[in-house]
């Protein structure tokens, strides 16, 4: 081995924390084998290996559990694989506080499970979340429908440690819940894709367990029924924790075989399943006992007058179900060819984003399926073709940059969250940049001068 | 002093009745809340849209002259003084609430907008604005943007940064750009999360988009009465530990509900060692309940009397005497200086006996009321600047109780700013690589550093008072 990259690596970690040649290629980022993984057990090391890679010119990508490795452009150059499995402590949890400092390799699971035995949790329920780690849920800013009572991870972080491209470590922020002693260095890191720094610790704000978790789900033959319901709660005093609603666009009027629509087995047995609409709403309740039982029948209430066909209490295991049902969204598609796209849009589109989805799929010949935090306009889109090859990626791209382009008429966010990186190579997932990209680059050309931070991956080719 | 020949383009841009430059009416301009920090500027101006700011910033821009943004000037750390003796850009004519729409849950105002006008103009619908800093019914949103301003709901709420969706901005060399907008989760990095909070040095808010919540079912404010300090903050601290989050707690001591009684007629006993006020929101279903487990709680922690707003006059009355505890000092005291560290909840007690030893080894009087639920401290040092030492004593004070907070591991500042007042402190919190990473996010913004420039960063040659007038009672401040 006459890499100096991984000599000097080795140096910093010992052999055993260290893998090269051959054993890197699990690692491969977009199909690009990286020269060295490193698996560094403390701050000091993480800035240790990146001086060097600042010095050597490597370019490092940071890696918690990989899970969201394929969001972005395939970067210009894969050097480093910066893995923060071993940094995966809880450091401190002060219930009385609700606060708690994390290293940012540990999983969410972990974390909750920790916790949760002192009966509190860090509120975020981003889909099939389990493995991946604070540092990559807060580079990514991911979330879940509960973000709609308990908003991102940028809402939650309150401190912030980080190590610069140069291997420099400083620190945003601090320990208590409200603070605004400086700039807000939280919110430059949080959603940075890994390209402004390398995230090592974060303390985050935390929520008690809520004593009662329910759901109230209606079926409706529309989209714009749903909204219509959505829209009544959203002007209503009533607290809900999240809003979804799960479908499978289809272009007349959405009416698809419900078993093989977008609702969820255990979701619309209720006494009137049987004409049922295939669109689901999935509201969530959530806190002590009497809070819960004092919502349940206004939302009910709510969703009847707007349309529902179906209405059903969900608790428990079937809660449980419901939400995994949606989670479904977010697992490998069987799928030869698909992408799942990310746009964000004011609530009322909803529906009108549907009727779009389901227009290019039809035109294009595509599947779609949506899963669409309605309170806050977050919708996700997958789009699948039994088609494989270049003719199915054809196919996905072209129904993708059709949502692009509506996006941008709409004043809407977009980006594509996942896709094969066959098909990622041959399209931006990213929306066009902004007036603001100015800034943005400048922030990149301030933070990361010899641009080896992710480089060439987030938005505009940061 | 601003060239004449540049007063005179101001001029012929925005018209005589919109530029301030007689000496005489730009005192009104020298000071915000924080009265002990003083600097006349050279020139004020009243833009009424974005692309007069636009163009006034160009100007200061292509002049380098240094230009700081100025709302209503109830800020609490000297964030909008014109140290540089050049443009003040006030943005009060810019006040109008430019669209509501309740389906997305969000409006768009102009930053010279008053905090509370907005929750008024909602609130028919069932609707309201989140932070309400104190000083509310005064105190613009523009103003609440830089700041990052909170007030006694953030327990529950947050602060402003977790209800601004989206900003147009005047950058420092003159160009209007959107940060963010009306969805969420836009790609990129989080530009409106870096500007609010700002203190106004990253350029100037024309447009601001925040979230508009639907006002709660039913709201329910009650009073602890306690012997002791200890006894109160206990208090709090279980309610937290039982997995309650009231949408406030707030602590007053003694010397406050008596100034306050003494002013207003809250209805605060007199005798007690501490009030706690709590305040409850959200569906009418379990509210009752949720006031039983509190009253339980309290008791537990030997509260004297536990009494609940029986309407909503009564509520008021107790919330009114919480918003002007710093306007009853006024009365027993010449001066007084606020402070705004923050602790972690559970060192409460501790920050307390601090602040008290450190008031008796300097002869000064410290009251306290404070954001109990987030650790959000006011300390209230009592001084007559006419004593010769008493004032330099009181910023001593001051220094000693924001260095024990952050020994505790918490913050100089919850929702004031650091300004001019705190900025040699910073060092007590951040290391040169902290603020070296501030200075670059900074100088991406700006990067001829003459929007509000003299702020934040710690600056050897500012002595804790830039003036030598020593002010009055400030009738018009609050916390």
């Not at chain 1, 395939?74 to 949890?93: F, M, Q, T």
């Not at chain 1, 720094?197 to 004593?211: M, S």
């Amino acid at each position: 081995m006459d890499d100096r990259l991984v000599q000097e690596a080795e140096q910093i970690l010992g052999a055993a924390h260290l893998l090269a040649g051959a054993d890197a290629a699990p690692y491969a980022v977009d199909g690009m084998v990286p020269r060295a993984v490193a698996f560094p057990e403390s701050v000091e090391e993480v800035a240790a290996l990146l001086g060097v890679a600042h010095r050597l010119g490597a370019a490092v990508i940071p890696w918690g559990a990989g899970t969201r490795q394929d969001l972005g452009r395939p970067p210009k150059r894969a050097d480093l694989i910066l893995g923060l499995r071993r940094l995966n402590r809880v450091l401190e949890h002060e219930p009385g506080d609700l606060t708690a400092s994390v290293q940012a390799g540990i999983a969410l699971g972990a974390l909750q499970e920790a916790l949760g035995a002192r009966g509190q949790w860090l509120a975020l329920d981003p889909p099939r979340g389990h493995q991946a780690t604070l540092g990559g849920l807060a580079a990514t800013n991911v979330a879940g429908p509960r973000r709609f009572r308990y908003g991102t991870l940028r809402d939650m972080v309150i401190g912030i440690r980080v190590v610069g491209a140069d291997g420099t470590v400083t620190k945003g922020g601090g320990k208590v819940v409200k603070n605004v002693t400086g700039y807000d260095m939280n919110k430059l890191y949080v959603g940075s894709l890994g390209t402004l720094a390398v995230i090592v610790e974060l303390n985050v704000r935390l929520h008690p367990v809520p004593a009662v978790r329910a759901a109230v789900a209606g079926t409706f033959r529309s989209p714009d029924e749903a909204w219509g319901a959505t829209r009544a709660i959203l002007h209503s005093p009533l607290q809900p924790v999240s809003l979804v609603l799960m479908g499978e666009p289809t272009e007349h009027g959405g009416v698809r075989g419900s078993a093989a629509g977008g609702a969820p087995a255990g979701i619309g047995s209720g006494p009137v399943a049987e004409d049922a609409g295939p669109w689901v709403l999935l509201v969530g309740i959530e806190g002590f006992p009497e809070v819960v039982a004092g919502q349940r029948q206004p939302l009910h209430d709510l969703c009847l007058r707007a349309g529902a066909r179906s209405l059903t209490a969900l608790e428990g295991e079937e809660l449980v179900a419901a939400e995994s049902a949606m989670g479904t969204l977010w697992d490998l598609p069987s799928a030869p060819c698909w992408a799942r796209c990310r746009l964000s849009t004011v609530p009322a589109r909803v529906p009108k984003l549907c009727e779009v989805a389901a227009g290019l799929g039809a035109e294009h010949g595509l599947r779609a399926r949506v899963a669409s935090f309605i309170g806050n306009g977050i919708t996700h889109v997958l789009l699948m073709t039994d088609a494989g090859g270049t003719v199915g990626e054809d196919r996905v791209i072209a129904a993708a940059e059709g949502l692009k382009a509506w996006a941008a008429g709409e004043q809407a966010a977009y980006v594509m969250e996942a896709a094969p990186v066959a098909l990622r190579r041959r399209v931006d997932p990213w929306e066009a940049p902004r007036g603001d990209f100015r800034l943005m680059a400048g922030l990149k050309a301030a933070f990361d001068p010899e641009g080896i931070l992710n480089p060439g991956r987030f938005i505009g080719g940061l | 002093m601003v060239e004449a020949r540049i007063v005179r383009e101001l001029t012929a841009l925005l018209g005589p009745e919109r530029v301030v430059g007689d000496p005489h009416d730009l005192i009104v301009y020298e000071c915000d809340g924080l009265t002990l920090e003083r600097a006349t500027p050279g020139v004020v101006v009243l833009p009424e849209t974005a692309e007069e700011v636009a163009r006034i910033v160009k100007i200061a821009h292509r002049e380098q002259l240094p230009f700081v943004a100025r709302g209503a000037g109830t800020g609490l750390s000297g964030g909008c003084l014109d140290l540089g003796g050049g443009i003040i850009i006030s943005m009060a004519r810019m006040d109008r609430i430019l669209e509501v729409d309740f389906d997305s849950r969000l409006a768009m105002v102009e930053p010279g907008l008053v905090n509370l006008w907005l929750t008024n103009a909602v609130s028919k619908h069932g609707f309201l604005y989140a932070p309400d800093p104190s000083s509310q019914s005064a105190c613009t949103i523009g103003g609440n943007v830089a700041e990052n301003s909170g007030g006694p709901h953030t327990l529950k709420y947050g602060t402003t940064t977790n209800h601004v969706l989206g900003l147009e901005v005047v950058l420092p060399d003159g160009e209007i750009v959107w940060l963010g907008g009306r969805v969420q989760d836009r790609p990129g990095y989080d530009l409106t999360g870096v500007f609010v909070g700002s203190e106004g040095t990253f350029g100037i808010a024309t447009k601001v988009v925040v979230r508009l919540l639907p006002a709660p079912e039913a709201v329910l404010t009650m009073l602890g009465v306690f012997e002791t300090m200890d006894d109160a903050g206990n208090t709090v601290s279980q309610i937290i530990r039982e997995g309650i989050v009231p949408a406030a707690l707030e602590i007053m001591d003694q010397l406050t509900t008596q100034a306050v009684e003494d002013y207003i007629h809250a209805g605060y006993p007199r005798d007690a060692g501490a009030v706690l006020l709590v305040e409850l929101d959200g569906p009418r279903a379990g509210m009752a309940l949720q006031a039983d487990r509190i009253t339980r709680i309290c008791r537990e922690n030997h509260a004297r009397e536990v009494r609940i707003a029986k309407d909503d006059e009564e509520r008021q009355k107790l919330w009114k005497g919480r918003k002007s505890a710093f306007g009853a000092y006024g009365r027993i005291t010449p001066n007084f200086y606020v402070m705004d560290g923050v602790v972690p909840r559970t060192r409460l007690p501790e920050i307390l006996r601090q602040i008290e030893e450190i008031g008796a080894r300097h002869g000064l009087r410290i009251a306290n009321v404070f954001h109990a639920g987030d650790g959000n401290l006011h300390p209230m040092v009592l001084y007559d600047g006419r004593i010769p030492e008493q004032t330099s004593r009181a910023l001593q004070c001051g220094e000693e109780i924001l260095r024990a907070c952050v020994d505790l591991g918490g913050a100089l500042t919850g929702e004031h700013g650091i300004g001019v007042e705190k900025q040699n402190f910073m060092p007590m919190m951040f290391s040169p690589a902290d603020l070296a990473a501030m200075e670059r996010l900074k100088q991406v913004f700006s990067p001829d550093n003459l929007c509000n420039p003299g702020k934040i960063f710690p600056n050897p040659s500012h002595h804790g008072e830039t003036t030598q007038r020593m002010p009055g009672i400030p009738g018009g401040a609050w916390i």
